[in-house]
Nanobody
Framework: QVQLVESGGGLVQAGDSLRLSCAVS????????IAWFRQVPAMDREFVAAIGRNNYPYYADSVKGRFTISKGNVKDTYLQMDTLKLEDTAVYFC??????????????????WGRGTQVTVSS
């Protein structure tokens, strides 16, 4: 059983920065990869970034060069978002999976999800 709690969302202007945090608790935490997804109403969940057990990062093309995923320790994963754009507005979720690397971008393989944190970017 794994629990995840996101925090750090808010209202910012285009071009600003924001850092999201994902606090993970439970057993066997070191065996999970952690990912960030985002979702807007009536749209599918979109992969944003993930970090594997070996700390290798993965990014969606839309955020590459602007967002950085990192781990402070086994319980805390961060998403640093720079140069935010209006299209980054969404509810951001963190999720945990033990899936192989080939499936790390697929939301369907994630077993545990946080409740989400709202990020709103204004012009």
């Amino acid at each position: 059983q794994v629990q995840l709690v996101e925090s750090g969302g808010g209202l910012v202007q285009a071009g600003d920065s924001l850092r999201l945090s994902c606090a993970v608790s439970g057993s066997g935490l070191s065996s999970y990869a952690i990912a960030w997804f985002r979702q807007v109403p009536a749209m599918d969940r979109e992969f944003v970034a993930a970090i594997g057990r070996n700390n290798y990062p993965y990014y969606a093309d839309s955020v590459k060069g602007r967002f950085t995923i990192s781990k402070g320790n086994v319980k805390d994963t961060y998403l640093q978002m720079d140069t935010l754009k209006l299209e980054d507005t969404a509810v951001y979720f963190c999720a945990a999976t033990r899936a192989v690397l080939s499936s790390i971008r697929d939301p369907d393989v994630y077993n545990y999800w946080g409740r989400g944190t709202q990020v709103t970017v204004s012009s």
